[in-house]
């Protein structure tokens, strides 16, 4: 009898999940095997066609410029808010870079690796940044956002 019931409650559970195994979607915000999620883009998730780097290039170039001319010395809280815009702007740019069908030579993710790497590395680690280093490091963020930029127009031109 107990194990009838174990296997009735199982068949039961199987029957009212509400994902299949193969349904499953990449997405929080979709589930099933929903075409239009790709084709056209779902509000709330980034499988649209716009970019998403370009909305945060501004603010980190605006803090670049300050910290480039001592106005506004890294302190630890600016440092730890650099950090963590660099980078959603390191890996904004590499999604737009994909989603424009560009793969990575290796020497993107590298840029974007040392400009994480002078400030101390990436997620989950103290941020750092060594004064005299600080200009090789605005140097190197504004190279990776030139490149990324330059990209992107080539990518437009060939549409």
Known sequence: MRRI????TAVVALACSRERAGNASASAYTSDADSSAREEGMAGTNSGAELEAPRL???IQNQLNLMANGTQPPSTTNLTAYKNMAGDLINSMTADLYRAGYADSGSFKALGDSVLEDLGGGAGTTPRI????LPQHVDRMQRLIRNYQQTMREAAEQQ
């Not at 019931?5 to 009735?8: D, F, G, K, Q």
Request: charged residues 25%; hydrophobic residues 65%; positive net charge.
């Open 57 to 59: 290039i501004p603010a």
């Open 130 to 133: 060594d004064r005299a280093r």
């Open 5 to 8: 019931l174990v296997l009735v």
